[in-house]
């Protein structure tokens, strides 16, 4: 079940603005959607998500409708005017790791304060691998291999 929050904007005497009216309901999965995206938009991101969770997500994309796993890697806990969030990242080799964790943050806040209106109180970030420039050659060929067999 998916949770939401919910934003009330109420005035004194119920006669505000036009735009204060009414709620916003807000599903955590919106808000861990734009904090993956915002995730990935760092250069030295090469995915989200722990070694058993990529091997998922590639399960996923291959099922019809599995989806694209934009929330792979991503968990947040979405309160009524603040929100957490916590990522698995794997990093490109060479990448200063503290530089991009930093990164990270700053556009993940960004991203989520500025289209949710929510609060962001932390981003814990843990750096589960690196990527070495040499695996995506190794990817690709057991990948082939597998196709041929």
């Known amino acids: 079940m998916t949770e939401t929050t919910q934003r009330r904007n109420a005035s004194q005497d119920g006669k505000g603005a036009p735009g204060t009216r009414?709620?916003?309901?807000?599903?955590?999965?919106?808000?861990?959607k734009i904090a993956g995206m915002a995730a990935r938009e760092i250069p030295e991101v090469h995915n989200l998500g722990g070694g058993v969770t990529r091997a998922f997500g590639a399960v996923r994309q291959r099922v019809?409708?599995?989806?694209?796993?934009?929330?792979?890697?991503?968990?947040?806990?979405?309160?009524?005017?603040?929100?957490?969030?916590?990522?698995?990242?794997?990093?490109?080799?060479?990448?200063?790791?503290?530089?991009?964790?930093?990164?990270?943050?700053?556009?993940?806040?960004?991203?989520?304060?500025?289209?949710?209106?929510l609060e962001v109180v932390e981003v814990n970030i843990a750096v589960d691998d690196v990527h070495l420039p040499d695996e995506e050659e190794d990817e690709s060929e057991q990948q082939e291999s597998r196709r041929v067999a």
């Open 22 to 32: 009414g709620s916003t309901a807000i599903a955590d999965t919106v808000v861990a």
């Open 64 to 117: 019809p409708g599995g989806g694209t796993g934009v929330t792979q890697g991503v968990k947040v806990e979405v309160g009524e005017r603040q929100a957490a969030v916590d990522l698995d990242v794997v990093v490109e080799y060479g990448a200063a790791i503290a530089d991009t964790a930093a990164d990270i943050r700053t556009n993940v806040v960004n991203a989520v304060e500025r289209m949710t209106g």
